[in-house]
């Protein structure tokens, strides 16, 4: 475990190494070119007069989102031959119905991470961390970093919130805060409670932080400490949910694992990560099906995943109370 500090100096670390600035232009500036080497590319047709460099390298979200800007489906997009891909780009660009401002966020100088648009307000991790730095009183602990080209999640507790909920079971409370910087997401800051036995967290369905990166970035930094207080009250309340999952009995939890795998499509293998988990620590009450739930999160492919399947335990654990 690492304590906020070594976060935030992660953070700053990454700032500077990526170097990232956003530069404004319109998509008809450009000619798209789709290289041999897998390394598709924006070419400016004249000389840049706002910053941008004469070639831009996109990495693979950015492509997305441009095939997504322009309408061409990206399935169809990256199945086709390299001459076809620049053919579909000119054409559909040059009969482009809808805006063609954006903004390029660009890192180490030429690569573009994101297409988004001329409105989308920066809101980036160094900006979050610098902010939370403030409400840390330096007795929190990290128990996930988790930073990729996409999204950034970190997960905080608290030592002096842990609670024995049974014997030999130790729980914290704690905040899950969750970035975009490429658009993906909104700023979201959110309580959680963190299960030592097996490292897996519980994140709450009330989402108090929900800052769209759009409009006036003073908006999210004013919010930010009512966030945090409020979200502290949320991990408060998923504790005594948690607990009284205890003693809620459920006759057949396998049925109801198999009813949740496919309300929510799950995957073969997401399915299996649930079935494996819960045969690891059987029980015969809504606990049980919720820690599976969450437990079997720890085997997704990313974070952003991860994050989605401990919020389905959360729902897993309301939609069991009231029943």
């Given at each position: ?12 670390r ?83 119905e ?63 919130n842990?609670?024995?909920?049974q ?94 795998a ?33 437990n079997?999160?720890q ?9 989605e ?15």
């Open positions: 475990m690492s304590d906020f500090n070594s976060v935030h100096e992660t953070v700053e990454r700032f500077n190494e990526l170097q990232p600035v956003d530069r404004y232009g319109q998509l008809n500036q450009f000619r798209f070119k789709a290289t041999e080497n897998n390394r598709p590319e924006l070419r400016s047709f004249a000389d840049s007069t706002n910053g941008i460099p004469q070639t831009l390298i996109l990495k693979e979200h950015a492509l997305k989102q441009l095939c997504t800007r322009i309408g061409v489906p990206y399935s169809f997009f990256s199945k086709c031959p390299p001459p076809l891909q620049e053919f579909n780009v000119a054409w559909f660009k040059q009969n482009l809808k805006e063609k401002d954006v903004m390029l966020r660009i890192v180490q100088s030429n690569q573009v991470r994101a297409i988004v648009s001329d409105r989308y307000a920066t809101f980036d991790d160094i900006e979050l961390f610098r902010i939370l730095a403030d409400f840390m009183d330096g007795t929190e602990e990290v128990v996930i970093q988790s930073f990729e080209d996409k999204s950034s999640h970190v997960r905080i507790t608290w030592p002096s842990a609670e024995e909920i014997p030999g079971d130790v729980v914290k409370q704690g905040l899950h805060i969750a970035n975009s910087e490429v658009g993906m997401r909104s700023v979201t800051i959110m309580g959680m409670v963190y299960r030592l036995k097996c490292k897996n967290g519980l994140v709450s369905r009330e989402k108090r932080g929900g800052f769209r990166h759009i409009g006036n970035p003073e908006r999210i930094r004013s919010n930010v400490q009512q966030v945090i207080e409020d979200v502290k009250n949320d991990s408060e309340r998923l504790l005594e949910k948690f607990k009284r999952s205890l003693v809620k009995e459920i006759e057949k939890p396998i049925d109801v694992i198999e009813q949740l496919q309300n929510h499509d799950l995957t073969q293998d997401e399915y299996k990560a649930i079935l494996d988990s819960f045969m690891a620590e059987p029980s015969k009450n809504l606990f049980g099906v919720v820690n599976a739930v969450s079997s999160a085997r997704c492919s990313d974070m952003d995943r991860r994050y399947v401990e919020s389905l335990a959360s729902n897993v654990l309301d939609t069991g109370l009231t029943v």
